[in-house]
């Protein structure tokens, strides 16, 4: 399993777009990069996936360079809904996910 | 996607009993997934319950103290044994067709007195 790193908080304002980024470094060929957030209280909740370049959905974005040794989260116009943890996880469809520390993302008003 | 429901939400149980937890989806998943979490803190996964055949478990998590049934597609349950409490944690269960997209249950908070 590739190892990840990423920030322990983020502070962000209401409106503001929100960039979390993943280092992993060892990652395999045919691992994919895959996001997940979670509340308090409550189990985690699957965000994003992709394998290279760009993905997007209703939710965020997934910016993936060439090299594939990191990825950045996005998250536009953030809301106080937003305030969660945040997980980047490596790893083959196959494979079990292993989660990292995660990234505290706090939104103010 | 998938809803995943488990019982009990949460328990308090004495030192040298078992609990059970049950994980129910409401689809046919491939995948489950057993972890345990302490508060304010990340997810560790205990084992992966694979349907007909035992579970797969990480290392530090053993069959003895964990013992995992999945019966069908739908349904795994843990159980934690001879309680101690080092065990009090939140559990988790999750489900999906991979390990990309898994779907959680809203944890069972087991304390053990």
């Known amino acids: 399993l590739a190892k990840t790193t990423q920030p322990i908080s983020m502070d962000s304002y209401e409106g503001q777009e929100v960039n979390i980024t993943c280092s992993h470094n060892n990652i395999a060929t045919n691992d994919y990069i895959t996001w997940y957030q979670q509340f308090p209280s409550q189990g985690p909740r699957f965000i994003i996936q992709g394998y290279k370049t760009k993905v997007t959905n209703e939710v965020a974005s997934l910016f993936i360079p060439a090299d594939r040794k990191s990825s950045t989260l996005s998250l536009p116009r953030v809301s106080l809904s937003d305030t969660a943890v945040y997980y980047c996880l490596v790893g083959s469809n196959d494979y079990k996910l292993s989660f990292g520390a995660g990234t505290t993302v706090t939104v103010r008003a | 996607s998938a809803v995943i429901s488990q019982k009990p939400s949460r328990d308090i149980c004495q030192r040298g009993t078992s609990l059970t937890i049950q994980c129910q989806v409401d689809?046919?998943?491939?995948?489950m997934f057993w972890y345990r979490q302490q508060p304010g803190q990340s997810l560790t996964l205990i084992a992966t319950a694979n349907q007909g055949s035992e579970a797969t478990y990480e290392s530090g998590f053993v069959i003895d103290k964990f013992p995992i049934s999945r019966p069908n597609l739908t349904f795994s349950t843990l159980t934690v044994s001879n309680l101690s409490p080092e065990d009090s944690s939140i559990y988790l269960c999750s489900g999906g067709q991979g390990a990309y997209e898994q779907y959680f249950g809203p944890g069972t908070r087991l304390t053990v007195t």
């Open positions: 689809s046919q998943v491939t995948m």
